[in-house]
């Protein structure tokens, strides 16, 4: 099974930071990387696929990038409602491993 | 509007059965992968299994096989996740998915229903 690392695990950051979460690949993916947004009680949400693609409806301040085995997650601007935990997905294989996750949390 | 609306939460003992809901709506659901996804806070996100409900197409993660069984039933838009005996580790909150191909990035997400298996 393809293995995916996040780093850092906790993030704190204050409203107007640059941001930027790291995931790596246990080996090369592509580009068949996904990720997602998850706030407490609530269902993930995708944000990018295929690396780099943002979702319909997805603020621009959110960017994604890289390829084979390292990718990275970037939020322009961190907006308040920015605060939650994000998850990188492989989708290169079935079924596609999760990275444990990055908690971004108020400084 | 894509909505996948899961049956709620769920409190069972070990050693009883289960069976957990998700009703797709806004699109056709016989043409569209669907899966579950459980969440732990030690395991994190682990994807299950998968099912086409045109053709009841059918994969499961290599932890979960035997472990449980996924179905669904195209007539009324449902795909199901079941247990037949529970154990205090399957306690989880559980996602249902819908994905783009077999093996593609998940494009919907259910809220979630809770299961807790305590004595």
């Known amino acids: 099974d393809i293995q995916m690392t996040q780093s850092p695990s906790t993030l704190s950051a204050s409203v107007g930071d640059r941001v930027t979460i790291t995931c790596r690949a246990s080996?090369?993916?592509?580009?068949?990387l996904a990720w997602y947004q998850q706030k407490p009680g609530k269902a993930p949400n995708l944000l990018i696929y295929k690396a780099s693609t943002l979702e319909s409806g997805v603020p621009p301040r959110f960017s994604g990038s890289g390829s084979g085995t390292e990718f990275t997650l970037t939020i322009s601007s961190l907006q308040p409602d920015d605060f939650a935990t994000y998850y990188c997905?492989?989708?290169?294989?079935?079924?596609?491993?999760f990275g444990q996750g990055t908690k971004v949390e108020i400084k | 509007e894509v909505q996948l609306v899961q049956s709620g939460a769920e409190v069972k003992k070990p050693g009883e059965s289960l069976k957990i809901s998700c009703k797709g709506s806004g699109y056709s659901f016989s043409n569209y992968w669907i899966g579950w996804v459980r969440q732990t806070p030690g395991r994190g996100l682990e994807w299950m299994g998968i099912i086409y409900p045109g053709d009841s197409d059918t994969r499961y993660s290599p932890s979960f096989q035997g472990q449980v069984t996924i179905s669904a039933d195209s007539s009324i838009s449902s795909a199901y996740l079941q247990w037949s005996s529970l154990k205090a580790s399957d306690t989880a909150m559980y996602y249902c998915?819908?994905?783009?191909?077999?093996?593609?990035?998940?494009?919907?997400w259910g809220q979630g229903t809770p299961v807790i298996v305590s004595s």
């Open positions: 997905q492989h989708y290169n294989s079935y079924p596609g491993t």
């Open positions: 998915a819908r994905r783009l191909g077999s093996s593609g990035y998940i494009e919907h």
């Open positions: 080996q090369s993916i592509n580009d068949w």
